[in-house]
């Protein structure tokens, strides 16, 4: 009687190790895309800087981040121009840290005078509504789970489609990836704008939207223009 061998052929082998290596691939592209990339990493990483200029400056005004005074009040100025200009003055940040990476070329730098949107990649918490809870977070709360600045969403067609910086979607289409900035100074790059569950003064809102008028609403111009038309 033949004995049967169990052992593997060369041809075998090679085969298992092509797989593992198919494998191996495929895992490291699912990773890759699911992770943000050097320059999103250091997107992040501005954003960072921003919010703690906001909190080094709320450290001389009885904790309250620029655009309202030392009793919480909104001053008559509160656009988002006017709250950056307000940290830059003051010398809380440089100019260049208001940029994204990815936008370098298309934007400038800030010297003096009137800030304009052409000088920043980032849109602030909305406060436009004086009845919205989430005016009681545009302070230092120290709240990991309010939102209080993101890279802004730039129009992208008919249907109120939006886009990121870090994204190029078909036009009428929506794909937004960005950083967002919670109140503890963490930052985290996200997906998607409008799955978020965040809480506002104890107010929570699962799956918000950060480009809506509910919940955390970022506002990237004037004092409550969500969208960038892109002009």
Known sequence: MIRKSLAFTLIELLCVCCCLVLVLAIMLVAIQKRSPSRSQMLNSVILRSVHTALILYSQGNAGYFPGMDDRGNLLPDSSVEHRYQIILENEYITSKDLISPDETVDKYLWKAGRV????????????????????????????????????????????????????????????????????????????????????????????????????????????????????
Request: charged letters at 25%.
């Open 116 to 231: 304009t949107t052409d000088m920043y990649s980032f849109s602030l918490l909305n406060l436009s509504d004086i009845k919205s809870v989430r005016l009681n977070e545009w302070r230092d709360t120290s709240n990991s789970e309010a939102a209080v600045a993101c890279n802004r969403a730039i129009a992208n067609g008919a249907n109120h489609a939006i886009r990121g910086i870090h994204t190029q979607p078909d036009i009428g289409r929506t794909e937004w990836r960005g950083s967002i900035a919670f109140n503890d100074n963490h930052v985290t790059f996200e997906a998607t704008h409008d799955q978020l569950d965040t809480v506002y003064c104890e107010e929570s809102f699962e799956n918000d939207n950060l480009f809506d008028t509910v919940g955390a609403s970022m506002v990237y111009e004037g004092v409550n223009k969500i969208v960038d038309s892109g002009k």
